[in-house]
Structure formats: C-alpha cells, structure tokens
C-alpha cells in the first residue's frame, strides 16, 4: 500500500530515558514533517526536511533531534524525555514545500510517566 | 500572527446537513484545507481549495471560501454516523512552504 507509517503506534516510557520513532514513506514525496498533536487535539509542526535537508524548525527543544537518512524517511529522536513531551507524533510527506497537501501517518502515542 | 478559529463542538441528525465553520487571520493564505481524524487514528485530507477560488464540491462535501471576510466552511451532506470525527481547517502559505497551520478542530457528533 502507497503511505506514510510510522512506527511504533504505542511508545511508554520513563522520564528521563531516550527513544526513537520511525517514518517511512512510499509516495515518492520529497518534503517529509514532523507535528505534534497535544491533549487538546491542537496540532502544531515541528520539523520539515526537503531532500533530506532541514528547512523548518519550529522552536523545539533541542533534546528532539530529526534525522533523514534519504528523502523517504524521517526519524525522530527524542532524548531525557519529560513528562511534557506526551502526545501524538504525526509524520506527514508532501511533493514539494508549494504543491500541498500533505498526507499524514498514523501517529505515535507518546506517553512518559 | 497566523492563527486559525473553529468552534468546538457540532451536533446533527443522521441526514441532515452539517456546516463546519473556520476563520482564519492570514490574508497571504494560499490554500486552505479540511483534514478528518477519526478517534486513535491519524489524519485524512478530505479536500482543499486554493485561494483563487471560492467553492469546490467533491460528493457530499461542499467547501465555500470567502477569503474577503477570511472564512472557509466544510458542508457535508446527508450526513452518516460514520461521519463522526473531528475535522481541522488548516492554512498554509507559499512562504511557508509546508507549514500548515491547523484550527482547533470540531467535533462532529451525529446522531441516529
């Protein structure tokens, strides 16, 4: 199937601990970004990557980390979690930063105790 | 600054009409789009309307642009309990290419 997923859907963890989560996607989109959904449902970007170079960085902690191996994939590395950073993660690719609209994963849920 | 207004919850009948409302504050909006999260899953582009233009119709969905008063509605026809999710307006601009900015999304509760 042509999508975005992500990996994994369901991540709990300890305050203080580092963890990953992984995007793929097979659409042959070249812009891959990462949004952040919170309690509220308020959704918000964090990161976009265009042909595997950051080209939006939306004032996170620089305990987040994106990486792009090559321009279908997109991970994200989070480290010293806090109790804060629960919430959905979402993937999402486009073609292009002009030709919208962008296609969403999934999500991870990210729950830190 | 950008920002993006929807109201929070909608309450409808199964077969009647329902009309989602956004506004939003930035006038270089390019396109404008209507994305679908149903419960635990992600989202799902249900259509967008580029700027230039003032409605579009896909089906039972009906998108209306006002861009002077800076307003997007979503019309859904006939509506189906399956229709029941939570649907986000989102902004983006040429500027910005990619970023979208998101409403907070409403609520559609549609009853039997």
């Known amino acids: 199937d042509t999508a975005v997923s992500q990996t994994p859907k369901y991540l709990v963890t300890q305050m203080g601990n580092d963890k990953s989560i992984k995007c793929e996607q097979n659409l042959g989109h070249d812009t891959m970004y990462w949004y952040k959904q919170d309690s509220k449902k308020f959704l918000k970007i964090m990161f976009s990557y265009n042909n595997k170079e950051l080209i939006i960085n939306e004032t996170v902690p620089n305990r987040f980390s994106p990486k792009s191996p090559d321009k279908a994939h997109l991970n994200l590395h989070i480290n010293s979690l806090e109790l804060g950073d629960s919430a959905v993660y979402f993937c999402?690719?486009?073609?292009?930063?002009?030709?919208?609209?962008?296609?969403f994963g999934n999500g991870t849920r990210l729950t830190v105790t | 600054g950008e920002d993006v207004e929807q109201s929070l919850f909608l309450s409808v009948r199964e077969g009647d009409s329902s009309v989602i409302n956004c506004t939003y504050t930035d006038s270089s909006s390019t396109y404008l789009y209507w994305y679908k999260q149903e419960p635990g899953a992600g989202l799902q582009l249900l259509t967008y309307?580029?700027?230039?233009?003032d409605m579009k119709q896909d089906q039972r969905l009906t998108v209306l642009l006002n861009k002077k008063d800076k307003h997007l509605s979503l019309r859904i026809a006939d509506t189906q309990t399956g229709d029941s999710a939570i649907y986000f307006c989102?902004?983006?601009?040429?500027?910005?290419?990619?970023?979208?900015?998101f409403g907070q999304g409403t609520e559609l509760s549609v009853k039997p």
């Open positions: 989102a902004e983006s601009t040429f500027r910005e290419g990619g970023k979208l900015i």
């Open positions: 999402a690719s486009s073609q292009g930063t002009a030709e919208l609209p962008l296609h």
């Open positions: 309307i580029f700027s230039n233009m």
